[in-house]
């Protein structure tokens, strides 16, 4: 059996599904808003980005995993060719991993409930404002980490791959730290927002403490397509890697008949 990957209209066809994803996870945000969190509507639940247990999420995981998947082909291509970075490519694969499990389990988000606690019990520190979701700390401080280490195994791959990996992990980053700070940053200020919508367009209160809402709704919309367009620019660059660097890939499966 031969499997044949088509990379140009692979990607294409993720592409359209992140921008399909997104436009009907603002439709259902939009519907939710205005009808309210009826019987009715809760099944919109199953669009919307912002929900842990919805199809997007479940897209994104297995967007996780595909990356996964295919560095861990180039990580045994290259060891059975006793190359170089085997580990670097291997690792990779590993948080790709475990990246595309915490989509569903939400394991960062609880870890950073936990260590916001233990910060605020230990020195009476509140995380406010853009880190009021205080997960982004340590994982602003991971990515620096896998930066350092993974900066020669950058500048060692080839011109169009460092750039393609680059280009995807920064459209990822925007979504998942900057995008994500900003909702803290317009949920910490609220309050703040709704007043100064109020006296400047002359509106009433009630009206003003929805923009807060719509924003932090549609920054979840966009930190979530920045997120999937990053994965899917990774999808790309590794495709075309393996394609350029590794060629044909024979998979065997093998079954054990005495059992």
């Given at each position: 059996?031969?499997?044949a990957?088509?990379t140009?209209?692979f990607?294409?066809?993720l592409?359209?599904a992140?921008l399909?994803?997104?436009l009907?996870?603002?439709?259902a945000?939009?519907?939710l808003?205005?009808?309210?969190?009826?019987?009715?509507?809760?099944?919109?639940?199953l669009?919307?980005?912002?929900e842990e247990?919805?199809i997007?999420?479940?897209?994104?995981?297995?967007?996780f995993?595909?990356?996964?998947?295919?560095?861990?082909v180039?990580a045994?291509?290259?060891?059975?060719?006793?190359?170089r970075y085997?580990?670097?490519?291997?690792?990779?694969?590993a948080i790709l991993?475990?990246?595309?499990?915490?989509e569903v389990?939400t394991?960062?988000?609880t870890?950073?409930?936990?260590?916001?606690?233990?910060l605020?019990?230990?020195?009476?520190?509140?995380?406010?404002?853009?880190i009021?979701?205080f997960?982004?700390?340590?994982?602003?401080?991971?990515v620096?980490?896998?930066?350092?280490?993974y900066?020669?195994?950058?500048?060692?791959?080839?011109?169009?791959t460092?750039?393609?990996?680059?280009?995807?992990?920064?459209?990822f980053?925007?979504g998942?730290?900057g995008?994500?700070?900003l909702?803290?940053?317009?949920a910490?200020?609220?309050?703040?927002?709704?007043?100064?919508?109020?006296?400047?367009?002359?509106?009433?209160?009630?009206?003003?403490?929805?923009?807060p809402?719509?924003?932090?709704?549609?920054?979840t919309?966009?930190?979530e397509?920045f997120?999937?367009l990053?994965?899917?620019?990774?999808?790309?660059?590794?495709?075309?890697?393996i394609?350029?660097?590794?060629?044909?890939?024979?998979?065997?499966?093998?079954?054990d008949?005495?059992g």
């Amino acid at each position: 059996m031969e499997l044949a990957i088509r990379t140009k209209t692979f990607v294409r066809a993720l592409i359209i599904a992140v921008l399909l994803l997104t436009l009907a996870g603002l439709a259902a945000r939009f519907a939710l808003y205005v009808l309210g969190d009826e019987p009715f509507t809760r099944p919109l639940k199953l669009f919307d980005v912002g929900e842990e247990r919805s199809i997007p999420t479940w897209f994104e995981s297995m967007q996780f995993m595909l990356c996964s998947v295919l560095l861990a082909v180039v990580a045994v291509a290259k060891r059975q060719r006793g190359e170089r970075y085997v580990l670097h490519w291997g690792v990779l694969s590993a948080i790709l991993l475990y990246m595309s499990l915490d989509e569903v389990a939400t394991i960062h988000e609880t870890m950073g409930a936990q260590l916001q606690r233990l910060l605020h019990y230990l020195t009476g520190f509140t995380p406010g404002g853009a880190i009021s979701y205080f997960w982004v700390v340590p994982g602003a401080l991971f990515v620096l980490v896998v930066a350092l280490a993974y900066l020669r195994f950058l500048v060692d791959l080839p011109r169009a791959t460092r750039r393609q990996f680059v280009f995807a992990g920064a459209l990822f980053l925007l979504g998942a730290l900057g995008l994500e700070m900003l909702s803290a940053q317009v949920a910490s200020s609220s309050g703040a927002i709704a007043n100064w919508v109020a006296s400047a367009g002359g509106i009433d209160q009630a009206s003003a403490s929805a923009v807060p809402t719509i924003l932090r709704g549609g920054q979840t919309s966009l930190e979530e397509m920045f997120e999937m367009l990053g994965l899917t620019a990774l999808v790309y660059a590794l495709l075309v890697y393996i394609r350029t660097y590794v060629e044909d890939i024979t998979v065997r499966v093998r079954t054990d008949k005495s059992g």
